[in-house]
């Protein structure tokens, strides 16, 4: 048998969790948009001929 305490635990870890995951991804949307970002800067800076 379960008590409270112990949903308690099981709640905070998966908001944990969800967090996590949130923040995970996050950063890899980051990641991808400043890639992108400086890929096209590189472009545009070697079409100017820098």
Not at 3 to 17: A, R
Not at 33 to 38: A, G, N, Q, S, T
Request: hydrophobic residues 30%; positive net charge.
């Amino acid at each position: 048998m379960t008590t409270f305490g112990d949903h308690k635990n099981l709640y905070n870890g998966i908001k944990l969790k969800d967090e996590f995951t949130r923040t995970t991804s996050r950063l890899v949307e980051m990641k991808k948009k400043i890639r992108f970002f400086l890929g096209s800067a590189y472009k545009v800076s070697r079409r100017q001929g820098w």
